[in-house]
């Protein structure tokens, strides 16, 4: 079992910087790719980035990729989400998650149902 509790949120002027971050407690959190996603009212919650459980490999998704940098520290048991340049359209509620799903192919780190533990959100809002 893990819990998932995210913090860090709040508001931004367009261009500004943001550092999430994800506090896990449970077993074996260092053997867990993690991952973050982001939700607006009336759409599908959707894929930020993921991270293995080696800080070997990192994923992005193309619309934060060269702006957000993920990153975890399995001694704190702790994720983050470093984000810079931030736009309005990145205005949502972030969720940091825990894949339980075994490897399937890279595809699958960005897919919500590969994630079995969620934090609560954390929200973002970005001012123009």
């Known amino acids: 079992q893990v819990q998932l509790v995210e913090s860090g949120g709040g508001l931004v002027q367009a261009g500004g910087s943001l550092r999430l971050s994800c506090a896990a407690s449970?077993?074996?959190?260092?053997?867990?790719?993690m991952g973050w996603f982001r939700q607006t009212p009336g759409k599908e919650r959707e894929f930020v980035a993921a991270?293995?459980?080696?800080?070997?490999?990192?994923y992005y998704a193309d619309s934060v990729r060269g702006r957000f940098t993920i990153s975890r520290d399995n001694a704190k048991n702790t994720m983050y989400l470093q984000m810079n340049s931030l736009k309005p359209e990145d205005t949502a509620v972030y969720y940091c998650?825990?894949?339980?799903?075994?490897?399937?192919?890279?595809?699958?780190?960005?897919?919500?149902?590969?994630?079995?533990?969620w934090g609560q959100g954390t929200q973002v809002t970005v001012s123009s």
């Open positions: 449970g077993r074996t959190f260092s053997r867990y790719v």
């Open positions: 991270i293995s459980w080696s800080n070997s490999d990192t």
């Open positions: 998650a825990a894949k339980t799903d075994p490897y399937r192919g890279d595809y699958y780190y960005t897919r919500t149902e590969s994630y079995g533990y």
